[in-house]
């Protein structure tokens, strides 16, 4: 009788052990998804303008509450199979024009980055239905720690900013009319 009392005592010890463990890991995984970049981000006033077909983009105010600048390297959402992190620059005409922003959108410690349209943008093409003022779409960006920080933007009319893309990645969009304005 004695070595069964011993032996679910043993047990019980290692079985208090092991959920311990698991308990502890389980908090650490918890603290790791709160140190990330995207712990710090937070983005204030977002919208995207709304079109029928083609392209639109989505802006807004990034917010960095964190000691450490934090760089947004891609975006995704549901409503756009292709997006980049576009600028608005000047050509060699001096033309007001898009490209991919190279190197992503860094966002200073402590400091904000403001989306724009005429100015930087999270650019959405090839839409797979129209965008409807009023429509909440989803967007996920990914920070260069590879973690993720997703928003909801509500769509609104705007006919503002009218710049064109140069680069090669958009040669077979229509970028005529209004779906090609910013």
């Not at 010890?13 to 712990?39: F, H, K, M, R, Y």
């Not at 003022?133 to 720690?145: I, K, Y």
């Amino acid at each position: 009788m004695r070595t069964l009392t011993t032996t679910g005592l043993a047990a019980s010890a290692v079985l208090l052990l092991a959920l311990t463990g698991c308990s502890a890991a389980s908090q650490d995984s918890a603290e790791a998804d709160t140190n990330t970049e995207a712990a710090s981000l937070s983005i204030d006033d977002a919208w995207v303008k709304a079109a029928d077909s083609g392209m639109s983009a989505a802006f807004g105010t990034l917010e960095n509450d964190s000691d450490q600048d934090v760089t947004i390297v891609k975006a995704e959402s549901d409503a756009s199979p292709m997006m980049e992190l576009h600028e608005t620059v000047a050509n060699d005409a001096g033309e007001m024009v898009m490209q991919e922003k190279k190197g992503g959108f860094v966002i200073p410690a402590g400091g904000s980055y403001e989306l724009a349209p005429g100015a930087n943008h999270l650019m959405m093409m090839g839409l797979d239905a129209p965008v409807a003022a009023g429509d909440e779409v989803g967007f996920t960006l990914t920070l260069t720690d590879g973690s993720t920080y997703e928003f909801t933007a509500p769509a609104k009319d705007y006919s503002g900013a009218n710049e064109t893309y140069e680069g090669d990645d958009m040669s077979d969009m229509d970028m005529s009319g209004t779906d090609a304005d910013q």
